[in-house]
């Protein structure tokens, strides 16, 4: 006949949330039977290790543990008695009862692929982190019977209203705006509880592939349209530019052909360049006269 394994995981006592024993109970326990059994074997008498083990059991059950981010409530005979903890306090065993712990530490809240529809028609799938805290246990544990769980359906509605009232350029372009949003919503809804939202930060915001490359189609067609309206401009004051250029020359030729003899330099002046120059423009900037009195002046040197 096989038997069920027992794990045992190494923890600091038992769970407190289930058991409610504390390490320092058990401790206690073990400590209150040991001193009932030396004088039971000593004397021959069971009466000692009797009244040890109800002393043990008493303070196994009575003694209890909290961290230092942890608070519970007592209940007596039902009845709320006060906030206990951190650190170790006592209740009356049957006659008292503990909530379970809660943890007052800033926690983090996982919203996983909400789906929903844009204000314009977009399908979209929105992942959030919410970062909150509980900052009063006593309206946690008296007001709310599982405040996790409120927490992450409040997130989830909240996320699709948000979604359906903006459109899916501000969900993508606005992000910051839009965890704002949220963590307002949330916390005037939390707030009650003794649940503070600090911060809501939208991790992404996932949109159809069909309408991803529609989206990457446009924008690479703006992007052309711009580069066009930029070249036209360009060249639009380029040729302002000219015509001012034009007008200093219209009576002044010797600047003319200063600026024509510039341009062939800057043409000719790379080693193995060929210009092919037109006889009209030789004549009209005057280099064959200048060639003329180069090659005399050479002849005679």
């Given at each position: ?5 027992l ?55 009575a003694?209890?543990v ?23 306090f ?116 996932h ?13 690479q ?11 036209g ?13 034009s ?47 180069a ?7």
């Amino acid at each position: 006949m096989a038997f069920p394994m027992l794990t045992i995981r190494p923890t600091r006592g038992f769970d407190v949330n289930r058991a409610q024993i504390s390490s320092i109970g058990l401790a206690v326990f073990f400590v209150c039977i040991a001193l009932g059994l030396w004088p039971s074997v000593y004397f021959n008498n069971p009466a000692p290790i009797a009244i040890g083990a109800l002393v043990g059991l008493y303070f196994l059950f009575a003694i209890k543990v909290a961290e230092q981010w942890q608070k519970a409530a007592v209940l007596r005979l039902g009845r709320y008695i006060g906030l206990r903890g951190p650190g170790i306090f006592f209740i009356i065993p049957v006659i008292d009862s503990i909530s379970q712990y809660v943890d007052q530490r800033v926690r983090v809240t996982d919203v996983k692929a909400e789906s929903g529809l844009t204000r314009d028609t977009v399908p979209v799938n929105v992942d959030a982190i919410i970062f909150w805290l509980v900052w009063n246990a006593e309206k946690c544990i008296l007001e709310v019977s599982d405040f996790d769980q409120a927490i992450t359906m409040s997130a989830q509605t909240a996320l699709r209203e948000s979604i359906g009232r903006h459109d899916l350029a501000q969900m993508i372009t606005e992000r910051e705006m839009l965890g704002k949003e949220l963590q307002r919503i949330l916390d005037e809804k939390t707030n009650p509880w003794g649940i503070t939202v600090q911060s809501v930060e939208i991790r992404d915001v996932h949109i159809p592939q069909a309408l991803e490359d529609a989206m990457s189609r446009q924008a690479q067609a703006e992007r052309e349209r711009q580069a066009r309206i930029i070249l036209g401009t360009a060249e639009t004051e380029i040729s302002s530019k000219f015509a001012e250029a034009s007008m200093m020359y219209v009576n002044n030729p010797v600047a003319l052909h200063l600026r024509a003899m510039n341009m062939l330099y800057e043409a000719i002046k790379e080693k193995g360049a060929m210009v092919i120059v037109p006889s009209s423009a030789v004549e009209t900037m005057g280099l064959g006269g200048l060639l003329g009195t180069a090659s005399i002046s050479n002849i005679k040197q």
